[in-house]
């Protein structure tokens, strides 16, 4: 009787299985579609949002100084000043240090990089296996093939507007952030039941002091960074091309632990053609441990003082965390792993304190009720 119950409930169990992956596949049939657009529209709201909310939290400073230290209390003329500000700041950037940063790229292209592949070549002629490989990728991407890859104006023409829209929901988002801050806060807080309002303000005030002190910190290590390395880059003779190589070394930090590594290819590469480097010969493995060191001392030294403790987390969970939340939300998930990851665990520990605050009370309690006892 046992056994007849059992087979009885492992096929009821079977059945209410397969009813379940059929219902999920039929919803998926007939709502993908409604699906895929949701979420593109989502992305596309989603993104411009993140922009915003990252260059809101790089200009909180500035905010603060305006109303704390000079006591401006026109949150509107704030607004407007620190527009105007960044504005002029983003100019001078164009003007001056993109100017030369892309001119630097140009050249790189049009002279450096001509010969960095024949030096790849006369490298590759040494190693017969290295060769195929790379004479069967040269096959592959051959005109023929190139010309059967399928153009999907849609997709360009959906690609250029998307782009298009985020430049122009940017400013308004920024804007929007900026000068109605409180009241988004106080909006959303309002949402929120009342019994839970006391921890979601908590769990805010937490999540926010991460966020600023991530992105803040972050923006401050990539300045710190490029000048670093384009110093670093100058002392071991690359000359002209460390101020290029030097910011790529600082844009690419803004992806932690791989990003330094990958911006060090370039540099390692010009290395192999230039013989008048410091070392000589031996200057790709010089950079190779520039970074390496450089990477060491950001991540154990400088990061710590200008980011806090509250933003250290493992390397093994922030490289999972870029993987999971990049797969999700692309490049902008990858900016945002980290400071997502870092409310995680704020909320945990917060959820935490509040249990360790009931184990106490239930021991002073306990102890109580052992002096009642006695008495």
């Given at each position: 009787?046992?056994k007849r119950n059992k087979r009885i409930t492992?096929?009821?169990?079977?059945?209410?299985?397969?009813?379940?992956l059929l219902f999920i596949y039929l919803f998926?049939?007939?709502?993908?579609?409604?699906?895929?657009?949701?979420?593109?529209?989502?992305?596309?709201?989603?993104?411009?949002?993140?922009?915003?909310?990252?260059?809101?939290?790089?200009?909180?400073?500035?905010?603060?100084?305006?109303?704390?230290?000079?006591?401006?209390?026109?949150?509107?003329?704030?607004?407007?000043?620190?527009?105007?500000?960044?504005?002029?700041?983003?100019?001078?950037?164009?003007?001056?240090?993109?100017?030369?940063?892309?001119?630097?790229?140009?050249?790189?292209?049009?002279?450096?990089?001509?010969?960095?592949?024949?030096?790849?070549?006369?490298?590759?002629?040494?190693?017969?296996?290295?060769?195929?490989?790379?004479?069967?990728?040269?096959?592959?991407?051959?005109?023929?093939?190139?010309?059967?890859?399928?153009?999907?104006?849609?997709?360009?023409?959906?690609?250029?507007?998307?782009?298009?829209?985020?430049?122009?929901?940017?400013?308004?988002?920024?804007?929007?952030?900026?000068?109605?801050?409180?009241?988004?806060?106080?909006?959303?807080?309002?949402?929120?039941?009342?019994?839970?309002?006391?921890?979601?303000?908590?769990?805010?005030?937490?999540?926010?002091?991460?966020?600023?002190?991530?992105?803040?910190?972050?923006?401050?290590?990539?300045?710190?960074?490029?000048?670093?390395?384009?110093?670093?880059?100058?002392?071991?003779?690359?000359?002209?091309?460390?101020?290029?190589?030097?910011?790529?070394?600082?844009?690419?930090?803004?992806?932690?632990?791989?990003?330094?590594?990958?911006?060090?290819?370039?540099?390692?590469?010009?290395?192999?053609?230039?013989?008048?480097?410091?070392?000589?010969?031996?200057?790709?493995?010089?950079?190779?441990?520039?970074?390496?060191?450089?990477?060491?001392?950001?991540?154990?030294?400088?990061?710590?003082?200008?980011?806090?403790?509250?933003?250290?987390?493992?390397?093994?969970?922030?490289?999972?965390?870029?993987?999971?939340?990049?797969?999700?939300?692309?490049?902008?998930?990858?900016?945002?792993?980290?400071?997502?990851?870092?409310?995680?665990?704020?909320?945990?520990?917060?959820?935490?304190?509040?249990?360790?605050?009931?184990?106490?009370?239930?021991?002073?309690?306990?102890?109580?009720?052992?002096?009642?006892?006695?008495?």
């Amino acid at each position: 009787m046992d056994k007849r119950n059992k087979r009885i409930t492992l096929a009821i169990n079977l059945g209410i299985g397969v009813l379940i992956l059929l219902f999920i596949y039929l919803f998926n049939l007939i709502f993908n579609p409604l699906i895929v657009r949701f979420l593109l529209a989502f992305t596309s709201i989603f993104l411009p949002f993140s922009i915003a909310l990252f260059i809101s939290y790089l200009m909180a400073p500035v905010f603060r100084l305006l109303e704390q230290k000079i006591k401006l209390k026109y949150r509107l003329l704030n607004t407007f000043i620190v527009f105007v500000a960044m504005a002029i700041i983003v100019y001078l950037f164009i003007r001056f240090a993109f100017g030369i940063i892309y001119v630097q790229g140009i050249q790189f292209l049009e002279y450096d990089w001509p010969n960095v592949v024949q030096s790849a070549r006369n490298f590759l002629a040494t190693q017969p296996t290295l060769l195929e490989l790379y004479n069967s990728a040269i096959d592959w991407f051959n005109l023929e093939n190139i010309s059967s890859i399928n153009v999907n104006i849609i997709g360009i023409f959906q690609s250029i507007t998307s782009i298009i829209i985020t430049i122009v929901l940017v400013p308004v988002f920024l804007f929007f952030i900026l000068n109605d801050r409180k009241r988004i806060y106080e909006s959303l807080v309002k949402v929120v039941p009342k019994n839970y309002r006391v921890h979601a303000t908590e769990l805010t005030k937490r999540a926010h002091y991460v966020i600023e002190q991530y992105f803040n910190g972050r923006f401050a290590t990539m300045i710190v960074m490029s000048i670093v390395f384009t110093a670093a880059f100058f002392i071991l003779g690359f000359k002209e091309r460390s101020v290029l190589f030097g910011f790529m070394m600082g844009f690419f930090d803004i992806v932690p632990y791989v990003g330094p590594f990958i911006a060090m290819l370039l540099p390692v590469l010009y290395s192999l053609t230039d013989e008048t480097l410091m070392f000589g010969q031996y200057a790709p493995i010089a950079v190779i441990i520039m970074v390496t060191v450089g990477q060491l001392v950001q991540n154990n030294v400088a990061q710590p003082l200008i980011m806090g403790k509250e933003t250290q987390l493992h390397p093994l969970l922030v490289l999972s965390s870029f993987v999971f939340f990049g797969y999700l939300f692309g490049i902008v998930g990858i900016i945002l792993a980290i400071p997502i990851t870092g409310m995680i665990r704020t909320s945990i520990e917060y959820f935490h304190e509040l249990n360790a605050d009931k184990l106490a009370l239930s021991k002073i309690e306990k102890q109580k009720i052992r002096e009642d006892k006695r008495q």
